[in-house]
Nanobody, 113 residues
Framework: VQLVESGGGLVQPGGSLRLSCVVSGRSVYFEYMAWYRQATGQQRELVASGTAYGGTNYAEPVKGRFTISIDTAKNTVYLQMNSLKSEDTADYYC????????WGQGTLVTVSS
């Protein structure tokens, strides 16, 4: 199983980014997928989770700003991030929520003016 995250970058406060996570070797169709983030010196934290057929959950700091979605045809998980804040700066990772695979390399999001 391989997880490849992309889409990170430098963005100004208030901006948007869309992260992608291409999954190979295991179908996401019936899975509960999740996005995590890890800021420098901090523990990895759960940001968003959900399935292809609904039932999403979000950490309080990102509610109303982030949206997780899953494209089963592409076996890809997305994270749309709007109204970004400096405190969203972190490495972002995706994984299976209930039975995690080996972590990917992540994608760095830097929110700064």
């Amino acid at each position: 199983v391989q997880l490849v995250e992309s889409g990170g970058g430098l963005v100004q406060p208030g901006g948007s980014l869309r992260l992608s996570c291409v999954v190979s070797g295991r179908s996401v169709y019936f899975e509960y997928m999740a996005w995590y983030r890890q800021a420098t010196g901090q523990q990895r934290e759960l940001v968003a989770s959900g399935t292809a057929y609904g039932g999403t959950n979000y950490a309080e700091p990102v509610k109303g700003r982030f949206t997780i979605s899953i494209d089963t045809a592409k076996n890809t998980v997305y994270l749309q991030m709007n109204s970004l804040k400096s405190e969203d700066t972190a490495d972002y990772y995706c994984n299976f929520r209930n039975s995690p695979a080996v972590w990917g390399q992540g994608t760095l999001v830097t929110v700064s003016s």
